[in-house]
T-cell receptor, first 119, second 112 residues
Framework: SQTIHQWPATLVQPVGSPLSLECTVE??????LYWYRQAAGRGLQLLFY??????ISSEVPQNLSASRPQDRQFILSSKKLLLSDSGFYLC??????????????????FGPGTRLTVL | RKEVEQDPGPFNVPEGATVAFNCTYS??????FFWYRQDCRKEPKLLMS???SGNEDGRFTAQLNRASQYISLLIRDSKLSDSATYLC?????????????FGTGTRLLVSP
């Protein structure tokens, strides 16, 4: 079965400090990978997604970057954190089911998340 | 219309009650839909997938109305453990790669 790991679980960082969050997936190969952020009381915002090693798509301009150095590893980084970077960061993986008629559906499975507080 | 819209609630119901949430979506081309459950300070977990007119899993029933572009989630015989936020999720994009758009969620509180 597939599992997804994220660390650290919680992080408190000062403004201006760097950030590195890591996500790894086990039990599958060539997954689609995603980074989301959920601010307090808000919905999930897609930050980055990746369909393969070295392939990163950014959804919104921001203070963050992502990398995928290995098939099942996804890293979220920042050189200098801002107060607005605080939130709950979630990594997810997916595969795509193809249905008869050419349609598809795309179930995503989330890691346990990292709760980041920037002070 | 927003891409995905949900009533934030909270819905306060007693144990044993039946409760239903609706979710409207704007992309008429969407073919599959999902309901996720999120407990406080935890990650969302997939509850149900809907890729035809509906789906049923025990006490949970999801129905899709493509003409009116809404999805509903019905919970029968509510349990205390059903208290959570329920996220409606709609894919966007082409068949080759789809991104999921998450609603902001409907909060359910089940009381004794």
């Amino acid at each position: 079965s597939q599992t997804i790991h994220q660390w650290p679980a919680t992080l408190v960082q000062p403004v201006g400090s760097p950030l590195s969050l890591e996500c790894t997936v086990e039990g599958t190969s060539n997954p689609n990978l995603y980074w989301y952020r959920q601010a307090a009381g808000r919905g999930l915002q897609l930050l980055f997604y990746s369909v393969g090693i070295g392939q990163i798509s950014s959804e919104v301009p921001q203070n963050l970057s992502a990398s995928r150095p290995q098939d099942r590893q996804f890293i979220l980084s920042s050189k200098k954190l801002l107060l607005s970077d605080s939130g709950f960061y979630l990594c997810a993986w997916s595969y795509v089911f193809l249905l008869a008629g050419g349609s598809s559906y795309n179930e995503q499975f989330f890691g346990p998340g990292t709760r980041l507080t920037v002070l | 219309r927003k891409e995905v819209e949900q009533d934030p609630g909270p819905f306060n119901v007693p144990e044993g009650a039946t409760v239903a949430f609706n979710c409207t979506y704007s992309n008429s081309a969407s073919q599959s839909f999902f309901w996720y459950r999120q407990d406080c300070r935890k990650e969302p977990k997939l509850l149900m997938s809907v890729y035809s007119s509906g789906n049923e899993d025990g006490r949970f029933t999801a129905q899709l109305n493509r003409a009116s572009q809404y999805i509903s989630l019905l919970i029968r015989d509510s349990k205390l453990s059903d208290s959570a936020t329920y996220l409606c999720v709609v894919p966007t994009g082409d068949t080759g790669f789809q991104k999921l758009v998450f609603g902001t969620g409907t909060r359910l509180l089940v009381s004794p």
